[in-house]
């Protein structure tokens, strides 16, 4: 972190140093869809509108809040960088939500491949410093069973349950506060994650390099990616043939300070403290060459206004 990115991460959390300022940024968080007005921010709080005000001039102050027009006089919402440095601990926090598939994978351990069960035994010293080993051998099991049951053609298998099990591990250690590297999450969900959200991560990576991380699920996710869609970010450089559709977790959502969908409806589980967008894109799947570009170049200017919005710079196209 360099110094002026210091100085104003320091200013940042002095803002919050009162409990008061800690609950109305609680407040705009965790309500991200209502319109927060210094009467109404006021009124939930049970404070008086000169503290209101005078406590969101503080938050405006440090880059936490911004506001829009409302009828009743601005209308307060969280900055980017609240909902990234703080969006998660300003709410309170919720346990994973066991799935349906870890109870069968951890009934299958010891049914495991020895292959399957030497990525369990890898990551379980890798991430030794914030799981048990019995946590890292569920999720290998469970990240195994959720690909082996979609999977077309085996041979890869192994390589992408620990690419898949890592993301997860990854993730939930962030959900959980346990690794803590200031980097915006962004979390791009479609329906098979073979087409939409695969263009927008490659182009977000593209873009914004180390900046921001990146992962993308699905609701139903496909056995592979769509050629097309290889082909067209092939066209402007952009490679994504190493990605694979992944199936929605619940920790990938923990994890995100920023969920985008893509036609996946209400798949996606709803977290206090992250934000949410739903871009209306089309779906690439089944169309022609020329309408995919259009796809692309769609999603190409939604992820560079995404980036804006953080702060960044968007390169030339």
């Given at each position: 972190?360099?110094?002026?990115?210091?100085?104003?991460?320091?200013?940042?959390?002095?803002?919050?140093?009162?409990?008061?300022?800690?609950?109305?940024?609680?407040?705009?968080?965790?309500?991200?869809?209502?319109?927060?007005?210094?009467?109404?921010?006021?009124?939930t709080l049970g404070i008086d509108r000169p503290n209101?005000?005078?406590?969101?001039?503080?938050?405006?102050?440090?880059?936490?809040?911004?506001?829009?027009?409302a009828q009743d006089g601005p209308a307060y919402i969280?900055?980017?960088?609240?909902?990234?440095?703080?969006?998660?601990?300003?709410?309170?926090?919720?346990?994973?939500?066991p799935s349906a598939m870890t109870t069968m994978a951890?009934?299958?351990?010891?049914?495991?491949?020895?292959?399957?069960?030497?990525?369990?035994?890898?990551?379980?010293?890798?991430?030794?410093?914030?799981?048990?080993?019995?946590?890292?051998?569920?999720?290998?099991?469970?990240?195994?069973?959720?690909?082996?049951?979609?999977?077309?053609?085996?041979?890869?298998?192994?390589?992408?349950?620990?690419?898949?099990?890592?993301?997860?591990?990854?993730?939930?250690?962030?959900?959980?506060?346990?690794?803590?590297?200031?980097?915006?999450?962004?979390?791009?969900?479609?329906?098979?994650?073979?087409?939409?959200?695969?263009?927008?991560?490659?182009?977000?990576?593209?873009?914004?390099?180390?900046?921001?991380?990146?992962?993308?699920?699905?609701?139903?996710?496909?056995?592979?990616?769509?050629?097309?869609?290889?082909?067209?970010?092939?066209?402007?450089?952009?490679?994504?043939?190493?990605?694979?559709?992944?199936?929605?977790?619940?920790?990938?959502?923990?994890?995100?300070?920023?969920?985008?969908?893509?036609?996946?409806?209400?798949?996606?589980?709803?977290?206090?403290?992250?934000?949410?967008?739903?871009?209306?894109?089309?779906?690439?799947?089944?169309?022609?060459?020329?309408?995919?570009?259009?796809?692309?170049?769609?999603?190409?200017?939604?992820?560079?206004?995404?980036?804006?919005?953080?702060?960044?710079?968007?390169?030339?196209?």
């Amino acid at each position: 972190m360099d110094p002026a990115a210091a100085s104003e991460r320091a200013r940042q959390v002095a803002a919050l140093v009162d409990p008061a300022r800690l609950r109305v940024l609680s407040v705009l968080v965790s309500d991200p869809d209502g319109v927060h007005t210094v009467g109404s921010i006021g009124s939930t709080l049970g404070i008086d509108r000169p503290n209101a005000t005078a406590h969101l001039r503080v938050l405006l102050d440090a880059g936490l809040v911004t506001t829009n027009p409302a009828q009743d006089g601005p209308a307060y919402i969280p900055s980017p960088d609240a909902w990234i440095r703080f969006g998660r601990m300003l709410v309170p926090a919720r346990g994973r939500v066991p799935s349906a598939m870890t109870t069968m994978a951890a009934a299958a351990e010891t049914g495991l491949p020895p292959v399957i069960q030497q990525i369990s035994s890898r990551l379980a010293y890798r991430f030794s410093s914030y799981f048990s080993k019995e946590t890292v051998q569920r999720y290998v099991a469970e990240s195994y069973a959720l690909l082996q049951d979609r999977a077309k053609v085996t041979r890869h298998l192994p390589s992408l349950t620990s690419r898949f099990a890592t993301d997860r591990l990854s993730a939930l250690a962030t959900s959980q506060g346990l690794h803590l590297s200031g980097t915006p999450e962004v979390l791009f969900v479609c329906v098979q994650n073979a087409g939409r959200s695969q263009m927008a991560a490659g182009l977000l990576r593209q873009f914004a390099g180390t900046r921001v991380h990146v992962r993308t699920a699905g609701s139903q996710p496909a056995p592979v990616l769509d050629d097309m869609v290889v082909t067209v970010l092939d066209e402007i450089g952009v490679p994504i043939l190493a990605e694979f559709p992944k199936p929605l977790t619940d920790e990938v959502v923990q994890a995100a300070d920023i969920v985008i969908t893509m036609g996946c409806g209400d798949a996606c589980p709803i977290y206090p403290g992250r934000r949410y967008m739903d871009w209306p894109i089309a779906d690439p799947a089944g169309r022609s060459i020329e309408d995919v570009r259009i796809i692309r170049d769609e999603i190409q200017e939604r992820v560079e206004s995404l980036l804006r919005s953080l702060g960044f710079d968007v390169p030339e196209s």
